[in-house]
């Protein structure tokens, strides 16, 4: 532990690092990644367990900002992503600039369903040159096996339009697995961890304080990259170097998710579009497997309109509602005896005017210190390449007072977080 004048106690011991990554969700983990794919020398610690926050409660839907184009403008942040998906595909088949091939993807496609009176809209913004080639009107003989029980029931026939996207959907644990695996040793683990001034380089830059379970450790790093989502800003407010700096600032946008476990099948895979006026789906809804695998049951993972209008909801309300929802849209599926869950959770993104969704992936240098924020698992090979522009140089010459390996002898390995999906039982 530093003391109040940031000297440390005796016991602390002194490590110096080129790259220390703080925050292993998909952030950390696809820059260290990258980044040693690259040359550079690169630790990651994390906090709690690695894909804790965001990541895990991710849908992992890969996609390249169609929905945010809807009202039928293709804004920057649809441009902006529109390459992810592709991006993401290479890396999955060996041919990217991070192998993926041990991802396990939940769904080749991703749909969106448009019912009702909002099909005209969407035929205007099918009809614009810009999103050409990025969405197919599926015939009701290709629907996913999802819809089939609907197509042969006489009464619950599914009504409106069936899209295929060229979005797609990871399975969340696999691919953190498949990032960390090949660096063990350079994935580490902290009771707690901060950032303050290191004595080492006149307080003018950052250094890493790391409480290990064998004690503290000082880390004097060249490039600190701060991945730590929602803890970047606790990190940057911890931080007080001898001049003022233009600290980025956050935002959060609350959600209230839904899960529920249920005997259905063929899992579900799409956007539900409704009759507002707004850009986000009525249901944005991704399936995920059981954790104790019992036959035909899958986890329905439940966000869109329904979780951003549902955060001053309690959990009973919030469930009635999806409920509600779900059994109006497909009536098809038995839900008599789906078990329920909901949960709060903040996407943490870069301070913008309105609570506006960023358009990229965010990363601002703060001396010694890079402040990112993906603000979406697609943007991370957005992400990839803006750190790789901004890193100056591979190996700084400095003299580690301690390799990986000798840390990784004071701290642990970091663990994996579990998806907060297998909470239900
Ligand atoms: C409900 C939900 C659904 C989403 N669905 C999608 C989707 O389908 N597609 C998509 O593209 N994007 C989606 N997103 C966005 C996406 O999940 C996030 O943009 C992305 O996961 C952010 O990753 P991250 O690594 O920056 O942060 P996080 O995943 O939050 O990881 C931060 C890590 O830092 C650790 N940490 C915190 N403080 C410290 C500290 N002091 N020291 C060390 N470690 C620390 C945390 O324990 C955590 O492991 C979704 C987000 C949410 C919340």
Known sequence: MSTADNRPHDNTRMASAHTVIVGGGIAGLWLLNRLSSCGHDVLLLEKNALGNHQT???????????KYALNGVLSPASSAIADMPARWRACLEGRGEIDLRDTRVLSEHYYMWSTGSVRS?????LGSKALRGRIDTLDPADYPAFFSEGLRSRTDTPQGTLYRLSDFVLDTPSLLQNLARPWQDRVLQGVDIRISADQQKNNS??????????????ISAAHIILCAGEGNEALLADWQPSE???????????????????RH??????????????????????SHPCHDGRNGEWIWYIGGELAESGVHLDGASQQARAKAELTTLFPWVNFTSAI???????????????LQ???NAFVSICANVMVCWPTKLSLCPNLGDRV?????????????AMQGSELASLLTTADHAYPPWEKIR
């Not at 409660?57 to 900002?65: E, F, L, R, T």
């Not at 895979?269 to 409704?274: A, D, K, M």
Request: proline share 10%.
């Open 205 to 218: 830059a950052a250094c890493v304080h790391v409480e290990g379970l064998h004690g503290p450790v000082n």
């Open 244 to 262: 003022p700096l233009n600290k980025p600032l956050m935002q959060r946008r609350p959600l209230h998710m839904v899960c529920v476990r249920v």
């Open 121 to 125: 809209r969407l035929k205007t913004f």
């Open 340 to 354: 329920w869950h909901s949960f709060m959770i903040n996407r943490a993104e870069p301070r913008i005017a309105d």
């Open 388 to 400: 790789v522009e901004l890193l100056p140089d591979k190996f700084s010459g400095l003299r580690h």
């Open 56 to 66: 895990l409660a991710s849908q992992g839907i890969i996609h390249g900002g169609l």
């Open 265 to 286: 099948p063929a899992p579900a895979y799409l956007h539900c579009i409704g009759d507002s006026i707004g850009m986000t789906p009525r249901l944005t809804i991704t």
């Open 357 to 359: 969704r960023p358009d």
